[in-house]
């Protein structure tokens, strides 16, 4: 906690702006982040904490060619990473592959269909079921869907008329879907679905007019929902059941100060002596400020673990490998207990034998941390760093801004379809240029498209002037009649 030193190490290997991040929730020293530079990175976290600058990834994920915007971890299959992109194809990861740089995904969820696609299948939101089996998106034709993610078949797809989604949620344990969104009249709105029928919602609700994006997070464990905006100083509290009206509402917690994103806390993080229920990381961006926020239950005898707060939770030991979920296998996530000092057996059988030994490195590692000096505390920095950069200084095949190695998945048929009309496409997607040639191309390309804009801009003006001109002599023949 405080200030954090201006000159504090970063990881900052990407050369555009990073649009999402997530956690490995099987590895909480991995993190993915995508970028405008049109990647997916995969970075190991060094255990003592970042020491440097990191600007080499692990895994440099090439597939798209636009803007990666959302991604997601599998929930119970390990090494496996969801990406969608601004070129309207969703495309899954295998990043155990061997190699620094990936450039084919081992799925291909969604792809355009004949280079021409709308716009309105770009996705704003994903959500995985409980194992993994199902994929809800919303996309900005502001409809819910529900797909298999193994092939892209579209199994649901949810009527725009009466709600219009922003962003959607899988209610673990209560087989329902949440989205939050706008009604017709601009009102921001929370609706129940029923995946296997989204024809209609089971339960709406309009909350206020504010224009602001309503995240949904939800707690399986006490069956909380909370809703907090972008913009908004409160967070709302409400409780799911399966029983009609299906939602309640609580309470909500005010603050001066509004919040531009929240991060969550995994439960397995949570203060149990306390009573923490769920912890948020407040992104305020007024005062440059991470605010953390617990949650607590009060209860009247603290540091005792209190068994309803606390039931089995998902834990951080993946069900399967990516290979065989690819195969069709469905685990619900291996649960762990809360409690302390208490370990739960992992009922699937183990993946391979490298994984348990990685999982006694890293175990070895933490015992050692709190064992040694400080001198061999940052010996044992300085060759994790080393072993870290070893890899990350291989000669890539290509340079990373060359997308002509991917070739789409062709034995998987695009069943995303639609019908394509002239006011919502968009000309076939184009890699970036690699040659000098091109880019001359392009930017003498981009001078005569702002000269013909300008040009308009030009005509518009003298337009505009001419109008005024005839109101004006308008009115004056008309005082002139009267």
Same mark, same amino acid.
């Given at each position: 906690t405080g200030r954090v030193d201006p000159q504090h190490p970063r990881v900052c290997g990407h050369s555009g702006r990073v649009l999402d991040v997530k956690w490995n929730p099987f590895n909480d020293h991995c993190i993915a982040s995508c970028s405008e530079d049109c990647t997916v990175k995969i970075w190991d976290i060094p255990v003592c904490g970042v020491q440097q600058n990191l600007t080499k990834a692990r895994k440099t994920l090439i597939g798209h060619s636009r803007r990666v915007a959302l991604i997601e971890w599998h929930p119970t299959a390990e090494n496996l990473l969801l990406s969608s992109a601004y070129d309207y194809k969703v495309l899954l990861w295998d990043v155990s592959q061997v190699g620094a740089v990936l450039r084919c995904p081992v799925r291909v969820v969604l792809m355009p269909i004949y280079h021409r696609y709308p716009s309105d299948t770009l996705l704003l939101s994903v959500s995985f079921n409980n194992d993994g089996s199902r994929l809800a998106v919303t996309s900005k034709d502001r409809r819910v869907r529900v797909l298999d993610p193994r092939t892209g078949k579209i199994l649901q797809v949810s009527s725009s008329k009466s709600h219009r989604a922003s962003k959607v949620l899988y209610i673990g344990g209560l087989k329902m879907l949440l989205s939050t969104g706008s009604s017709p009249w601009n009102h921001r709105q929370i609706v129940l679905w029923d995946p296997d029928d989204l024809s209609e919602p089971l339960y709406e609700e309009d909350l206020d007019g504010s224009a602001g994006v309503l995240f949904p997070f939800y707690d399986p464990d006490t069956h909380m929902l909370y809703l907090a905006g972008k913009g908004d100083g409160n967070i709302r509290y409400y409780e799911l059941s399966t029983e009609k009206p299906y939602i309640n509402f609580l309470t909500e917690h005010r603050s001066l100060l509004p919040q531009k994103g929240l991060g969550v806390m995994p439960k397995r993080g949570l203060d149990v002596n306390t009573c923490e229920v769920f912890r948020f990381y407040r992104l305020i961006a007024i005062k440059d400020l991470v605010e953390p926020l617990s949650m607590i239950v009060p209860?009247?005898?603290? /540091?005792?673990?209190?068994?309803? @707060?606390?039931?089995?939770?998902? /834990?951080?030991?993946?069900?399967?490998t990516a290979q065989e979920w690819l195969l069709g296998i469905n685990r619900d996530p291996v649960l762990m207990s809360l409690k302390p /000092?208490? #370990?739960?057996?992992n009922p699937y059988p %183990?993946?391979?034998? %490298?994984?348990? @030994?990685?999982?006694?490195?890293?175990?070895?590692?933490?015992?050692?941390v709190g064992a040694v000096t400080r001198r061999d505390l940052d010996f044992m920095e300085e060759a994790f760093l080393e072993e870290q950069l070893?890899?990350?200084?291989?000669?890539y095949p290509r340079e990373v801004s060359d997308l002509s190695g991917w070739q789409p998945d062709e034995t998987q048929i695009p069943l995303w379809t639609y019908c394509c009309t002239p006011h919502c496409c968009e000309p076939a997607e184009r890699p970036p240029p690699t040659t000098e040639s091109e880019l001359l191309q392009a930017f003498y390309r981009?001078?005569? %498209?702002i000269r013909g804009? #300008?040009?308009?801009?030009?005509?518009?003006?003298?337009?505009?002037?001419?109008?005024?001109?005839?109101?004006?002599?308008? #009115?004056?023949?008309?005082?002139?009649?009267?």
């Open positions: 209860r009247k005898e603290s /540091g005792i673990f209190q068994e309803d @707060l606390y039931p089995m939770t998902a /834990g951080n030991q993946a069900a399967m /000092g208490t #370990r739960v057996a %183990e993946t391979p034998a %490298e994984k348990g @030994l990685v999982r006694q490195l890293s175990s070895l590692r933490f015992q050692a070893a890899y990350q200084d291989a000669k981009q001078q005569d %498209e804009l #300008r040009e308009q801009l030009n005509h518009k003006d003298v337009r505009i002037t001419q109008l005024e001109l005839e109101i004006k002599n308008t #009115r004056n023949n008309m005082r002139a009649t009267f």
